[in-house]
């Protein structure tokens, strides 16, 4: 359990409306990401994070804007859903093991734009 | 021609059968390899790193070929628990990133 946890774990919302989520995590890493997944696409990254108030984008960034103003929470931001952004988001953080680094997954959540 | 590319499956095998995914890779500069579990409507969860002299954790053995660009899993003794989808995780320094597959969908059957 690498003590991630995700709000709201469902969410159902109209399009054009905005919404945020929400990433807590309790053991202090430094780096933090956002992925959402699709039927026939892996999981994509949209953004991450490499420290308070350090934040890049990853390959789907567009409509999402993310914010991190304290280590354990990193927030993700749709100004104005649309039906596309219909989908399952995780969060992750990143672990080094030594060899490599090991990102391990929050639970979750299912975001539906109607 | 996408990054990480695994057969979806799915691979429907008896208890006990032996069984076996591949994964392959396009960029030669990719550093590490995952393999990780995902059960339906679930988060993701590593399962295993896959170092070049391969490794081996129970029931499952990774392997890298850097040369022809594939990685493997391969399960041993399926149970009925062993019923997932494993996605093949590449990541290469470069782009800082993780490229995950879309999964291969294993089903075991009684």
């Known amino acids: 359990d690498a003590g991630i946890t995700q709000s709201p774990r469902h969410k159902v919302t109209e399009t054009g409306t905005p919404v945020t989520l929400r990433c807590h995590q309790t053991?202090?890493?430094?780096?933090m990401y956002w992925y959402r997944q699709d039927p026939g696409h892996g999981l994509r990254l949209i953004h991450y994070?490499?420290?308070?108030?350090?934040?890049d984008k990853g390959e789907v960034s567009d409509g999402y804007s993310v914010s991190r103003s304290k280590t354990e929470d990193f927030l993700l931001t749709l100004e104005s859903a649309t039906s596309s952004q219909t989908s399952v988001y995780f969060c992750?953080?990143?672990?080094?093991?030594?060899?490599?680094?090991?990102?391990?997954f929050g639970p979750g959540t299912r975001l539906t734009v109607l | 021609r996408k990054e990480v590319e695994q057969d979806p499956g799915p691979f429907n095998v008896p208890e006990g059968a032996t069984v076996a995914f591949n994964c392959t890779y396009s960029n030669s500069a990719s550093q590490s390899f995952f393999w990780y579990r995902q059960d339906c409507r679930k988060e993701p969860k590593l399962l295993m790193s896959v170092y070049s002299s391969g490794n081996e954790d129970g029931r499952f053995t990774a392997q890298l070929n850097r040369a022809s660009q594939y990685i493997s899993l391969l399960i041993r003794d399926s149970k009925l628990s062993d019923s997932a989808t494993y996605l093949c995780?590449?990541?290469?320094?470069?782009?800082?990133?993780?490229?995950f597959g879309q999964g291969t969908t294993l089903q075991v059957k009684p």
């Open positions: 995780v590449v990541y290469t320094s470069n782009t800082g990133k993780l490229i």
């Open positions: 994070s490499y420290g308070v108030k350090d934040t």
């Open positions: 992750a953080i990143s672990v080094s093991s030594g060899r490599s680094d090991e990102q391990f």
């Open positions: 053991e202090n890493h430094r780096y």
